[in-house]
């Protein structure tokens, strides 16, 4: 069992951005997936959820109307669009598979690293 994030970098204030988590040698269709975020120094952040069928979505207030999550279980791949990005978004973002949004993780990836300059 594997899970990949990518997408992270460095981008301004105001900008957008596109991580993915891409699973490898199992299919995600059937979990739900979450993104979580930790800043240096802080504790872990749950950002977003999407449940398996029929996809209910999940934010943490402080990214709702600006991140959008979803999956493509064709690519065995979930998303997590970012607009308007804010320097309190730098982070380093890792997804995770859940049996449902809000119980625990059951498989980890590893870590993007994103960073928004003011």
């Known amino acids: 069992v594997q899970l990949q994030a990518s997408g992270g970098g460095l981008v301004q204030a105001g900008g957008s951005l596109r991580l993915s988590c891409v699973a490898s040698?199992?299919?995600?269709?059937?979990?739900?997936i979450g993104w979580f975020r930790q800043a240096p120094g802080k504790e872990r952040e749950g950002v977003s959820c999407?449940?398996?069928?029929?996809?209910?979505?999940y934010y943490a207030q402080s990214v709702k109307g600006r991140f959008t999550i979803s999956r493509n279980n064709a690519r065995n791949t979930v998303y997590l669009q970012m607009n308007s990005l804010k320097p309190e978004d730098t982070a380093v973002y890792y997804c995770?598979?859940?049996?449902?949004?809000?119980?625990?993780?059951?498989?980890w990836g590893q870590g993007t690293q994103v960073t928004v300059s003011s």
């Open positions: 040698r199992f299919t995600l269709d059937y979990y739900a």
């Open positions: 995770a598979t859940f049996i449902a949004c809000g119980t625990d993780a059951n498989y």
């Open positions: 999407i449940s398996g069928s029929p996809g209910t979505t």
